[in-house]
C-alpha cells in the first residue's frame, strides 16, 4: 500500500509530466522541433530547437512542489524568444527562496578559463552586517567591471575577514583532481565542501546556500561525510543573494590576481575564457617555454589542449 508521501508524490510527478506535455505542445504548434519528454530521476525534460539553435526545458518534482527550469544560452535571441513564450502561455513561477537570516554561501571562478586556477570562495553572511555592506554595491561578480571587482573584495577582506575561505585550486592541482576524480562537479563538489566545512569551524550557521551547478544529491552526498545538522539551498542565480555574490566577487579577484601574476611573470598577456584566441596563446608558450610550463599554467581535459 502506497504511503500518504508517496502518493503525494505521485501526484507532483503526474502534474510535472502534464505541465511539460502543455510547454511542447504549445511549442510544436509554434513550429518548433521539440522531443518526448524524458523522464530523470527528479524531472521530466525535452529539448527544443529551431535547427542550429537548442534549448532544454525541465519540470522537477519533489516535495516543495514543481519547478521548471529552461535552459542554455540566456543571452541568445532564441533562448528569450522561447522563455517569453513559455511564460506569456503558463505565467509559470520558478521556485523562490528566502534569503536565510544567517547562513553559508558559496560560489566559483574559473572553471570555464582554459588558463588558470578554478577558485571556489565561501562567506559567512549574517543579516546583522548587512548595513556595514550597504556602501560596496554587492552584486554577481559577471555584472561587475575587474576594477570593481578588485575594489570591492578589497573591502570585505578588511572588514570580514574572519568570514571568508577561498579555495584555490592551481592549474597543477586542477590537472591532479581531474585525474582523480574524472569530471569537474566532482572537484567543484569537493572544493565547495572544503571551504563550508572550514567557515562551520567558527560559524555554526545551519543554511548552506550554494549557486546550482549540478545534481543536488550529488552535493549532499559530499557534504554529508563532512557536516551534520544543515539545511542545503541549491539555487539558480544564488548570487542575488548578499553571501553568494560576496563569494563571487572573492573567487574572481582571486582568478583575476592569478592572471595578473602570470602576465607580469611570463611578460604575455595570458587572456580569458576558452575561445579561439586561447589556443593561439598556449601553443606561443608552447614553443617559447616548452610542454611543462605551459601544464601548469592551462586545464589539460579542456579541448583546447587537444588543438594545440
Excluded at 508517496?6 to 522531443?35: C, F, M, P, T, W
Amino acid at each position: 500500500m502506497q504511503s500518504a508521501f508517496q502518493n503525494q508524490h505521485s501526484i507532483i510527478e503526474q502534474k510535472a509530466l502534464q505541465e511539460i506535455q502543455k510547454v511542447r505542445n504549445i511549442l510544436l504548434k509554434d513550429g518548433y522541433l521539440v522531443d518526448e519528454p524524458t523522464k530523470k530521476q527528479y524531472n521530466y525534460e525535452i529539448n527544443i530547437s529551431n535547427g542550429k539553435d537548442k534549448l532544454k526545458f525541465l519540470v522537477y518534482f519533489g516535495k516543495k512542489g514543481i519547478k521548471n527550469v529552461l535552459q542554455g544560452n540566456l543571452n541568445s535571441d532564441f533562448y528569450k524568444k522561447i522563455d517569453a513564450l513559455i511564460n506569456s502561455k503558463f505565467n509559470f513561477q520558478s521556485e523562490e527562496i528566502t534569503e536565510p537570516e544567517n547562513y553559508i554561501g558559496s560560489d566559483e571562478s574559473g572553471k570555464g578559463d582554459f588558463f588558470g586556477p578554478l577558485v571556489v570562495a565561501a562567506f559567512a553572511f549574517d543579516i546583522k552586517i548587512r548595513n556595514e555592506l550597504s556602501d560596496l554595491n554587492i552584486k554577481d561578480s559577471k555584472e561587475l567591471s575587474d576594477d570593481d571587482i578588485r575594489k570591492i573584495a578589497f573591502k570585505i577582506r578588511k572588514r570580514f575577514a574572519e568570514r571568508i575561505c577561498v579555495i584555490e585550486i592551481t592549474p597543477k592541482r586542477y590537472n591532479e583532481l581531474y585525474e582523480s576524480f574524472k569530471n569537474l562537479n566532482s572537484i567543484l563538489i569537493w572544493a565547495h565542501t572544503k571551504a563550508i566545512e572550514e567557515l562551520k569551524k567558527n560559524f555554526n550557521y545551519s543554511d548552506l546556500v550554494i549557486d546550482k551547478f549540478c545534481n543536488e544529491d550529488l552535493i549532499r552526498t559530499e557534504l554529508n561525510k563532512k557536516l551534520t545538522n544543515y539545511n542545503l539551498l541549491l539555487a539558480e542565480k544564488a548570487e542575488r543573494f548578499y553571501g553568494v555574490a560576496i563569494a563571487s566577487i572573492l573567487a574572481r579577484e582571486r582568478v583575476l590576481n592569478w592572471f595578473e601574476k602570470k602576465r607580469t611573470e611570463l611578460k604575455i598577456d595570458l587572456p580569458l575564457g576558452a575561445a579561439e584566441k586561447v589556443n593561439d596563446v598556449a601553443s606561443h608558450i608552447k614553443r617559447k617555454f616548452g610542454n611543462e610550463v605551459l601544464s601548469e599554467l592551462i586545464k589539460l581535459h579542456f579541448k583546447n589542449f587537444k588543438n594545440i
